[in-house]
């Protein structure tokens, strides 16, 4: 029986018991995350990390936790306080939303009832993801908005325009995986996997999704909407307390939820690996969950590593990329992909498939040599010419005499002077 076929049937407390347990792996996700970044980002700095609370410090996110929410609420007297409390509530209320069509595992069994662990299932699933992900930044921009301060509105306004320039890219990348399994379903893209995974053979939308999944929630080095450096936190610098802390947990939950997407969408969802299928039925077949939180942690461990080593891009940068790279090359992509499909479809001989393939690289590296090109003239129109020596007197260096430093200086002087 297909997954669609048996959340249909499921009895309304079997649903509620399968919101309360998506909820709480959420929540789980967030506070072992949380400690993952720390202990990781800490080993690569070489340092030890938290350690204190708990094994291993495994409750300093829990105790962080109750830190921020027994601290004091401050709200400044030029805020609108309205939406400065809806704010954080929309951000942590949206990002749970996606979970409800994502498939965690196969056919299990739960309390006597065989059901899948995916709350329900529609032909347009991965649109109604991207639906709420666009409803969970105005989070960010009404937060910025109604602090009544500078920073925070430049947060906001810069999280408005990128989440508009890198989810046009993710939604674009995401074309392929539809044209490939025919459908927006999130079980139907699944079950589409189950001979080769979309990261293989659709792996420029893959690596697109990466890299927008990466902007679209705000970490580095695409962090742009907090910028510590020039922002002071940005669009939540002027919150505390339990506030603070929604905004913290809706952007690991947000991580979490992409993560979930690029699994199910490209990584086989909660398929095993190759060569270990037979795994699948293990405990009743809940051994699935265990592969699908393995890709997940894949892609958090991605998080991590970028933010460990990569330096915040400036924003014009970050623009650019977006909207000249991204875009162009998502678009030029589905046009190569859309055409292989159909001349697949209508068995076209392979000769000419392989002739249409080579001519569009032949392209794409013409393209590519062509732009280096009127790179490299527009660099070297825009360098300065050599200026001459200054001529006024200029510090001498650490360690140069005051002395040899004049002598210095007057001997390049003297040679100008015999040049000229």
Partial sequence: MSTAALLGQDPGWITLVKGLLVFVFCVVCTLMAIWAERKVVA???MRIGPNRVGKFGLLQSLADGVKLALKEDLIPAAADKVVFIIAPIISATTCFMAFAVIPFTGTVTLFGHKTAMQLTDLPVSVLYILAIASIGVYGIVLAGWSSGSTYPLLGGLRSSAQVISY?????????????????????EIVAAQHQWWFSVILFPSFVIYVISMVGETNRAPFDLAEAEGELVGGFHTEYSSLKFALFFLAEYVNIVGVSALATTLFMGGYHALPGLTFTESWLGGWFTLFWFVAKISAFFFLFIWLRGTLPRLRYDQFMKFGWKVLIPTSLVWILVLATLRVMSQRAVSRPLVIGFSIGVVLLVMLATTLYDRSTEKAKAANVLPDLPAPRFPVPALPGQSLITHVQEIEAEAEMENHNG
């Fill in 43 to 45: 080993r690569m700095q």
């Fill in 167 to 187: 989810e046009v890219a993710m939604g674009l990348s995401l074309v392929a995986v539809f044209i490939y399994s025919g459908s927006m379903s999130t079980s």
